[in-house]
């Protein structure tokens, strides 16, 4: 494999490589993604609470038509008449009289407390809304700053890939192939020469018996087993 071409472009697509670490790496990148993570949970945070106040409105409209029922059934015990019941149909009608009287208090109880808890719902909603707002404003300031940085990288970012895109008409398409696929797996340099008095790749790890006996003559290459790196001998 002819080599020059590649470790040409290699050389000036460093210095982008060193470009779009120190953006990636910047404050301002990492603002950004702090306030992505926040607006997320903050989002999921309102998701959450609109699931929770449907189920609680939900389960206040069943309690309601229980308690409905109930009442209805508490009137109907009301109108019967009880002057010539007996003493035991007085002592079965008061047992069920009470029976309906605690079941109706446990409803509105029930009732009471879901109301309590579609307020807390209310609350912490309102207070995610707050919080989705500010926020928003301190993603959207990063964002601002991220972009300033990325527009004052500009012009050197467009010098290098014009160079990169002259070197690269020199270089096999099968050769880009194997670069790329290194340089996209933050494997750079993705070309390296053999360390000869260690045998070894970039990595440090040396490389096995048979990937050295395919390296002897310059322009050999060899992928090292524990990084992926494309080694060469010079």
Excluded: W
Excluded at 175 to 199: D, Q, S
Aim: proline share 2%; net charge negative.
């Amino acid at each position: 494999m002819k080599l020059d071409s590649i470790l040409a472009y290699q050389d000036v697509d460093m210095r982008l490589y060193a470009l779009e670490k120190e953006v990636s790496g910047s404050d301002a990148s990492k603002l950004v993604a702090k306030y992505r993570e926040l607006m997320k949970e903050y989002s999921g945070g309102l998701i959450r609470s609109n699931a929770e106040m449907d189920e609680a409105v939900k389960l206040a409209k069943r309690q309601a038509d229980e308690l409905v029922a109930l009442e209805a059934k508490i009137d109907d015990m009301a109108h019967i008449n009880i002057e010539d019941a007996g003493i035991e149909e007085l002592e079965l009608y008061e047992k069920e009289a009470q029976k309906l009287a605690a079941e109706a208090d446990a409803f509105k109880r029930a009732m009471d407390e879901n109301e309590a808890q579609m307020k807390k719902i209310l609350q912490n909603f309102d207070e995610k809304v707050k919080q989705c707002a500010v926020c928003k404003k301190k993603l959207d300031e990063a964002n601002a700053a991220f972009k300033q940085l990325i527009d004052s990288k500009g012009e050197e970012v467009t010098a290098i890939k014009r160079r990169l895109a002259e070197i690269k008409k020199d270089v096999p398409e099968d050769v880009m192939e194997m670069y790329i696929k290194r340089r996209n797996g933050k494997k750079m340099p993705a070309f390296v020469p053999l360390n000869p008095e260690f045998k070894a790749c970039r990595c440090g790890v040396k490389l096995l018996d048979n990937a050295l006996k395919n390296l002897q003559n310059p322009g050999d290459v060899v992928e090292c087993q524990s990084c992926g790196r494309l080694v060469y001998i010079k």
